[in-house]
């Protein structure tokens, strides 16, 4: 009776802790600024946006040989022509149940590519993944991207993979041989892992294999940054698989940056000024 009794207190306070986290998104007061190869973007705080009854969505589109994809929140096109490998900003789409369709971009009478009906919430973040499935069929998943700020000395990573053929994978720090994320299966994403900060080379590796399937070089994970590693492409023809990086920052990176100068200044008194 005993066991039973404290499994159900474990559950519970486990059960509280995550939707406890998940309720502090809406909450925040400071802007998100995201970071990719499609460039910067910065979205508004969430407790704004909240306020207006919006969540806040972006799209990635990794699948290879497509041509570029509208995205329709029912039958209102909220994201135009987004290419392979495109990250799009936060865009605020009304808070309620929506079915997302995928069509070829510019066929706008044309059937979708796939659909997905999915509740997203006020004040919150979203990431709609347009991905193949095992089959090469097209599939949009939306994930819950949950930014709050970070513990100070940790960075925080998950890993989405939307390889329809690499399997599962493991994602390694390469120069110190360290798994920061195992086991992410095809179409799946992981929760975020805190991670100490580290510069050099991140290698996709089949799950329990020492080889590199793809490598993101010269990476930088820095504490109080929230990364999001996205696998694309094909183990077996075009385009070859690869990694997109994702980085999001909660609060206005110029006022981390000097928040951190002062630190150390404090430390080590310097006499230069500091030009703003």
Sequence with gaps: ????????????????????????????????????????????????????????????NTVPGNPSIDIYADDQKVFDAVSFKTVTPYKEISEQRHTFRVKRAGQDSSQPLTENSESIGGGKHYTIVVMPD????????VV???????????????????????????????????????????????????VDPMTGSLEVRPEGKNNAIAIVENTKLEKGKIYTIVVAGNMKGSPKLQAIMIEDQVGNPATASMTEKSASQKKEPRTEKVKY
């Design 144 to 194: 819950a991207d949950n930014l709050t700020p970070t513990s100070t000395d940790k960075a925080e990573v998950r890993v989405i993979n939307a390889s329809p053929d690499a399997g599962d994978v493991d994602v390694v720090a390469k120069q110190a041989n360290k798994k920061l994320i195992s086991d992410v299966g095809a179409g799946g994403e992981t929760s975020y892992s805190n």
């Design 134 to 141: 095992t089959n090469q069929k097209v599939q949009l998943r």
């Design 1 to 60: 009776m005993k066991v039973v009794v404290v499994k159900k207190l474990v559950l519970i306070l486990g059960l509280s802790l995550l939707f406890g986290a998940c309720s502090k998104e809406p909450k925040q007061t400071q802007t998100v600024t995201t970071k990719t190869d499609s460039g910067t973007s910065t979205a508004p705080p969430a407790k704004e946006v909240n306020q207006r009854n919006n969540a806040l969505v972006r799209v990635i």
